[in-house]
Each structure stands twice: as structure tokens, then as C-alpha cells.
């Protein structure tokens, strides 16, 4: 199978990091680019994804960086995950014109709402962060019909099981 990048959006809570490790198991040779992480690199000077402009610039900077990394993979035969926050069409153009050339998958884990509370609240959420993140959901399921993503209802299904059904689209099957 020749290698593809997979992007795996939702907000916070969703499952990303989690399903983008499970889905790394499913394949022969793969990467996971956590964007968060990129971002995190950031030592002094970093402004939070909710900084208007300035923060704009960093998640360009992570965006850039997560294909760049993601390139370099690809060319040596690494199918990718990215595990990013996306939710505009723009975001997910730059990311397929940018890596021209490989097949990009791209899913957004959109647990029910009462379930990402759930999840937030085991994660120990601070109630700011936790507000912006269920906020974001509710834009990820306004934006759900633009046809960007697949869209994966990951309510009940543990990482694993989301993993599963992801791998099974991205081969075609």
C-alpha cells in the first residue's frame, strides 16, 4: 500500500491522540505528528490558539512544521497521522495542496456532547478550557456537512474501535 497522510481533527476530549497511536499499530511503516506538541516547542513567546493574530501565526508555524515533518515521512515510505485541530476548508486545502502528490485522508471525532463533558471532566478540564472546547465542538458540527472529513460519531467506541473503523476507510475497504 503506498503511504497517505491521515489528518485526525475534533476539539479537545475527542480522541485524537489516543486514535492516531491506535491507528500508528494498524500499519506497516508510520509517524504520528502531533501538532500540540509542535506548538509546545514553543518555549517563551508562545501565544494560546485563542490569542487572535498573534496566535494565528504560531498555528501557521505548527501547520507548516506538521507538513514539513509529514513530507519528509512520506518521501521515505512512512504513512502519517496528524493529530490536528481543523476546522476550516482553507486549513484542510493547505494541508492537501501541501502534500501534493499522497492521498490525505481527513476525520473529525465528534463524540456526543454529554460524552466529551465526560471526557473533559476526567481529564480535569479547567472550566475556560473546557468552555472553548465545547464551543469548538459545536463548530465542528456546524461544519460537518462542508465535506471536508469524514465524520466519526466516536461516542462508544473506545480508541481502538474508532482506530478500526478509520483504517477502514483510508484502505478503501
Not at 515533518?69 to 484542510?92: C, H, P, Q, W, Y
Request: proline share 2%; hydrophobic share 35%.
Amino acid at each position: 500500500m503506498k503511504p497517505f497522510a491521515c489528518i485526525i481533527t475534533g476539539t479537545g476530549g475527542s480522541g485524537k491522540t489516543a486514535t492516531a497511536n491506535q491507528l500508528a499499530k494498524m500499519f506497516k511503516k508510520t509517524a504520528v505528528v502531533e501538532v500540540d506538541s509542535l506548538r509546545q516547542m514553543v518555549k517563551n513567546g508562545y501565544s494560546s490558539p485563542n490569542e487572535g493574530k498573534k496566535a494565528g501565526k504560531q498555528l501557521r508555524l505548527a501547520t507548516n512544521n506538521s507538513i514539513a515533518i509529514a513530507r519528509n515521512f512520506l518521501k521515505e515510505g512512512f504513512t502519517v497521522f496528524i493529530d490536528d485541530v481543523l476546522l476550516s476548508g482553507e486549513a484542510f486545502k493547505y494541508y492537501e495542496e501541501s502534500l501534493k502528490g499522497y492521498k490525505v485522508h481527513v476525520f473529525a471525532l465528534l463524540p456526543h456532547e454529554r460524552v466529551l463533558r465526560g471526557r473533559l471532566r476526567k481529564r480535569k478540564e479547567t472550566k475556560k478550557w473546557t468552555e472553548r472546547f465545547l464551543t469548538l465542538h459545536e463548530r465542528f458540527h456546524e461544519t460537518k456537512s462542508a465535506g471536508h472529513w469524514h465524520s466519526v460519531d466516536n461516542s462508544r467506541l473506545n480508541a481502538k474501535q474508532t482506530a478500526a473503523a478509520i483504517a477502514k476507510i483510508a484502505k478503501g475497504k
